[in-house]
């Protein structure tokens, strides 16, 4: 009994550091959709019908009205009382002609709508109990309308006038046509409408496939097949030259479902969109099938499984309509691939990665995972004896995973299929944030700035070296003899046979910023920081050189960068949301024409794998695997620049076709435009720029492409404005907008001549008198009215404003405070002019010892201030304040009367690094001063 007591507890030892997990094979391929819903402008979730027009638009019909989507807005139409209104805020079905005319179809009825006036003009089809919902629009080769109805088919003249009627009691669904019929699709089955007259096709008594009702919801025509999509019946190819079917999609062949709702068609690829399980791409050479689902809990997914409408844009954009929203996506995302928890991740804290052959191995905030890169297999491990921990980095040697982790550093190891995991000394042990391997060698940098190798062949640490630099290391880098250490406290060179670490300055200042990641190439090291930017080193011989320093251009920052790696020429930069690329050479940036806005990830520190065909990021959402051709690619044709809306004093105008003139009248004092570029993916990425010619030729900032104008002089003007792609990248042509600004009919040349002079005197007058006024208030509110020198309150505003500028810049600046001394008794024994004239003389020199951007005020009495900005430490207010003391070098003379001063200087240095309150700023050069009284010094510098 006793041996088998000590067995059992042997068994349990092992089973403490047995991991467990799972395994789950993901999609072969994703799409990253963009999801729209009613927060956006959406009038109702559910989604009846979609139309791209001519122009670009998309129109948007739902159960809630309709709508024009131009990438960022929705312009709404919606049922009202009056007859010029849309019938019914069920919009079914949309057509827009030959003459780009749209026609809506609703469920109560049909409508031409004349966009000029937004009138909505109702095209009567007799009865209309027969005729009450719109459910299929089309126009046939001849220019005909065709209308289909839950209650039978109509054919309509280019004016709308009825001129036949078919297949009365049928629901229409759809129409497709050639040049020899009109295929038409219903619930009771198919029809052709030819010279010959209405023919139905029999889908039903064909022994070949088992079709049972032939409930057809949708059609697409691609060469000689006519593609269905059934309730029940799967999805059906028709052959159009033969009248049979020749294929017949079911469950058993890989579909969802055999209840389909919508089809598209893109690159001779046929999309599915099912009632109720997503929608699905087919390659009907191959007959491969590739399902994309709805998930709750993924933002970047469709946004519901019952998809009613499938569209693709001239873009090559898919729109997908559900009966919960729209979604949007460009299908060069499904080169992009994404895992997050909830496709099996044991965290959606993604911290390290680390490649074996096919297998990428993942650490999260809560055990490591093992993918399959070819498979799209995941294993997951969690790791119970080590507890939920982030592994901030992981190293592969021999088949067993080193892992960084908040307890020091551990090892899981796979032998005989059990997965087991043992720490390499005692838990508890100083958290290991960084490793890098050297064959058989690990060093690893600790989160107190400590540095260990572990020998994996021995099992036993070799070298320990207490505090190699000041604070936590995140990455170590071997180059040569030496190390390359990025910690929160700078960049250092360690070398661990001398034990001696070397500071690699990245600024000036004495606190040197967070070094978030290092990527090394031959002899250029870039370094990556969380707030200072992006820097390039290159090694001389002897030392590590900084070469150059990026930190904002084009308009895009580099400052918050969290990882970084390099693609032949290029960088690839991470800052917290945004993908850019960096040409190092010709020092552009641009933004990735690839984003990641739909997986709403922030991306972690140094969280990143470069595998040379892809690069695979981590933040807090997971992971993406990006491929290297996808970042690097030329972006798309940008997107069309339009002139959505315009306001012309109270009145607003909307046109589907946005004009290149414009004429306003004499009392046309306020006019208002709004500019958008139709992006659809990234709206959010345009910028806008506009200039007003003749009157402004430089390029200005147009936030959100809207621009107001008021009261132009007039005469004529061009209104130029231009639009960025997705990049930031300005590519594409400018929007030339033609402004006639019409002169009142009383502004004849001499009306115009005499009005003018009388107005010029008036106005010089006013002006004289304004100006007059307006510097008398001013300098009587901010100057002191004896010196000239800058007052208390103009002084406080300063400050504050330099301190701001020091903070967002890291800059110091100084505070000089200078009390005059034995100045009661100047007063007393030569009088206060006296008293005058010495204060006039100090703030006459201390303006002219001081710099261009410095500052000096004078507080009251006998008190003056200097800010000295962007300073370079002590050392340079130093200089500042030898050159201020000067001034107490010259002899006064007064009435006679030789007059010697002097001044007790205080000062406080102001750091951006560590900023403190403005008021304590000025105590502390208070106290410096008063120090100074007391001792007989010169000058004081604060010490706390």
């Known amino acids: 009994m006793l041996r088998v007591f000590f067995s059992l507890l042997t068994l349990l030892g092992l089973l403490s550091n047995v991991t467990w997990g799972m395994e789950r094979t993901l ?48 312009k709404l139409y919606q049922h009202q009382s009056h007859s010029d209104a849309l019938p019914s805020n069920d919009v079914t079905s949309l057509l827009e002609d030959s003459n780009k005319r749209l026609w809506i179809g609703t469920s109560r009825g049909l409508v031409l709508f004349d966009e000029t006036n937004s009138i909505f003009k109702p095209i009567e089809l007799g009865d209309s109990k027969r005729s009450n919902t719109i459910l299929a629009l089309h126009q046939a080769q001849s220019g005909k309308i065709i209308v289909g109805t839950e209650n039978g088919v109509f054919r309509l003249s280019g004016n709308g006038d009825v001129e036949g009627t078919w297949l009365e009691g049928h629901s229409i669904k759809f129409f497709e046509s ?70 017949q999609y079911l469950r058993s062949d890989g579909l969802s479902s055999n209840s389909i709702w919508s089809l598209g068609v893109y690159n001779q690829r046929i999309w599915l969109g099912y009632f109720y399980d997503g929608i699905a791409e087919l390659n009907p050479n191959t007959g491969q099938l590739l399902h994309f689902n709805h998930h709750p809990h993924m933002q970047h997914t469709l946004p519901y499984s019952n998809v009613s409408q499938l569209l693709f844009d001239k873009q090559g954009l898919l729109w997908v309509g559900t009966t919960n929203g729209l979604a949007v996506t460009d299908l060069i995302s499904r080169q992009l691939y994404s895992i997050n928890e909830y496709h099996g991740l044991t965290n959606k804290h993604v911290w390290s990665f680390a490649r074996d052959d096919d297998t990428l191995w993942i650490g999260t905030e809560d055990g490591i995972n093992q993918f399959d890169l070819k498979t799209k297999t995941l294993h997951t491990h969690k790791l119970d004896v080590i507890g939920k921990t982030p592994i901030w980095d992981l190293e592969i040697v021999d088949d067993q995973v080193y892992l960084a982790t ?6 899981f190891r796979q032998v005989d299929g059990v997965n087991s995991i043992i720490w390499t000394s005692d838990k508890d042990s100083t958290p290991a944030y960084s490793i890098v391997r050297d064959e058989h060698l690990l060093h690893i940098g600790l989160y107190d700035g400590s540095y260990r190798v572990f020998d994996t062949a021995s099992q036993k640490y070799t070298d320990y070296w207490h505090h190699a630099v000041p604070d936590y290391i995140n990455q170590i880098i071997a180059f040569e003899k030496h ?25 000036d200042s004495d606190v040197q910023p967070n070094v978030t990641s290092l990527y090394l190439d031959k002899t250029q090291l870039w370094v990556s920081t969380d707030y200072s930017g992006l820097y390039e080193f290159r090694w001389t011989g002897e030392q590590w050189q900084k070469h150059n320093h990026w930190q904002s251009l084009n308009g895009l920052s580099l400052t918050q960068v969290k990882s970084f790696t390099k693609l032949n020429s290029s960088l690839v930069v991470f800052d917290q949301v945004h993908i850019n690329i960096l040409n190092p050479e010709s020092g552009e940036l641009a933004r990735a024409p690839v984003q990641l806005a739909g997986l709403n990830m922030e991306f972690n520190l140094n969280a990143i794998y470069n595998t040379g065909d892809s690069v695979i990021v981590g933040g807090n959402q997971g992971l993406a695997i990006i491929p290297a051709d996808t970042l690097l690619q030329p972006a798309h044709v940008p997107p069309p620049l339009k002139l959505t809306e315009w306001q012309i004093m109270d009145k607003t105008f909307v046109s589907n076709d946005s004009p290149n003139a414009l004429t306003l009248q004499p009392e046309h004092q306020y006019y208002a435009f709004h500019f958008t570029a139709l992006e659809f993916i990234a709206p959010r990425q345009i910028q806008y720029q506009y200039r007003l010619l003749p009157s402004r030729k430089q390029w200005s900032s147009l936030p959100q492409g809207q621009l107001s104008l008021s009261q132009l002089p007039y005469g004529e003007y061009t209104l130029q404005v231009k639009a960025s792609d997705i990049t930031g990248q300005f590519r594409a042509p400018n929007y030339n907008l033609s402004l006639h600004v019409i002169a009142p009919w009383w502004q004849t040349n001499a009306a115009k001549l005499s009005l003018a002079i009388l107005v010029l005197l008036a106005l010089v007058f006013w002006y004289w008198r304004k100006k007059r006024q307006v510097k008398r208030l001013s300098r009587l509110a901010n100057y002191d009215d004896l010196t000239g020198l800058p007052n208390r309150q103009y002084f406080n505003r300063k400050i504050k404003e330099l301190m701001e500028q020091a903070k967002e810049n890291g800059s ?7 009390d005059l001394n034995e100045f009661k008794q100047i007063n007393d024994t030569l009088g206060h002019a006296a008293g005058d004239k010495v204060l006039q003389h100090i703030a006459e020199q201390l303006s002219q010892r001081i710099r261009d951007n410095d500052f ?14 962007n300073i370079k430490g002590q050392s340079q207010a130093t200089k500042a304040i030898a050159r201020i003391r000067e001034s107490f070098d010259t002899q006064l003379s007064i009435d006679g009367a030789k007059i010697n001063f002097d001044g007790s200087i205080g000062v406080s240095i102001f750091d951006g690094h560590a900023p403190i309150a403005q008021e304590e700023l000025l105590k502390q050069a ?19």
């Open 483 to 507: 190390f390359l250490a990025a910690t929160r406290n700078g960049l250092y060179a360690l070398a661990p046979d001398s034990r001696t670490s070397t500071l690699i300055p990245l600024s």
């Open 178 to 247: 050639n040049s020899e019929a009109i295929w038409i699709g219903s619930k009771s089955g198919l029809f052709a409408l030819n010279q010959d007259g209405l023919q139905h096709i029999d889908l039903i008594g064909d022994s070949n496939f088992d079709v049972r009702e032939a409930r057809l919801f949708d059609g697409q025509l691609i060469d000689n097949t006519l593609w269905l999509a059934t309730d029940g019946d799967g999805l059906l190819a028709f052959d159009i030259s033969t009248n049979a079917l020749s294929r």
């Open 406 to 411: 908040n307890d020091g550093l551990a090892v």
């Open 27 to 74: 999609p072969e391929e994703q799409l990253q959709f963009r999801r729209i819903s009613t927060q956006d402008g959406l009038p109702s979730a559910y989604i009846n019908t979609l139309l791209q027009r001519q122009n670009g638009f998309v129109w948007v019909g739902t159960k809630g009205g309709l709508a024009r989507f131009d990438g960022t807005n929705f």
């Open 856 to 869: 000096a005020a004078r507080l009251s009495g006998d008190e003056f201030v200097v800010l000295l900005p």
């Open 926 to 944: 208070d106290r410096a001063m008063y120090r100074c009284k007391r001792s007989g010094e010169g000058v004081c510098f604060y010490q706390p």
């Open 812 to 818: 110091t600046m100084a505070l000089i405070f200078i």
